[in-house]
């Protein structure tokens, strides 16, 4: 019977471990993709009253004594709910920059970032209001979902760029997602 082999070891001088990460596609990937490029808006803005911040900060208090008498006083969980919605403020009045997006052979272009085709699994079309967006559902566990906004008169020409190197995949909007649309953030 003959023996398995079994990888070279790496303290031989002839290996070396390559992760990949820094390889580009190459232009011939046999992705045959007209590039899309396009400017919008980083994320919808949804401008913020003074009845919007009143509400967070009645919000917080309210949560603040709740976890405080559940806690048994424990200042340090009252501190963390207060910074965190301190830091849910800053984020919710910040305004969103526009940006160049772009889709071609080597993947998808946002700003001065480019994300491989292979960092994603799949693509999903979805409806947050008057703006069309497209979700890229990434491979790794922490990464964030990448949503990319456009005008209407360009979404068959995304989708094709798209479907040509990911497979659409139909998700919804989850808990979290409706959450924040109904908060307006």
């Known amino acids: 019977m003959p023996e ?17 990460a820094n390889e580009e596609v190459p232009s011939d990937s046999g992705y045959d993709i007209e590039p899309v490029t396009w400017r919008a808006h980083e994320f919808i803005h949804h401008p913020k009253s003074a009845q919007w911040y009143m509400g967070l900060a009645v919000g917080t208090i309210l949560l603040a004594l709740g976890v405080y008498f559940m806690s048994d006083s424990d200042f340090v969980s009252v501190g963390v709910v ?6 849910f403020g800053i984020f ?14 080597n993947g998808v272009s946002i700003g001065d970032k480019l994300f491989t085709f292979a960092s994603f699994k799949s693509f999903s079309q979805v409806d947050e209001g008057e703006y069309p967006a497209i979700w890229l559902m990434p491979l790794k566990r922490f990464m964030p979902i990448i949503s990319l906004y456009f005008d209407p008169a360009q979404e ?7 479907s ?7 998700l919804r909007p989850g808990l979290i997602d409706n959450l924040m649309h109904r908060l307006k953030f």
């Open 4 to 20: 398995p082999e079994y990888p070279q070891n790496p303290n031989d001088s002839n290996w070396q471990y390559t992760s990949g």
């Open 82 to 87: 207060l910074i965190t919605a301190i830091v």
């Open 92 to 105: 919710a009045s910040r305004k969103p920059r526009e940006m160049d997006y772009r889709i071609d052979q």
């Open 156 to 162: 068959q020409q995304i989708i094709e760029a798209l």
């Open 164 to 170: 040509a190197s990911l497979p659409f995949e139909d």
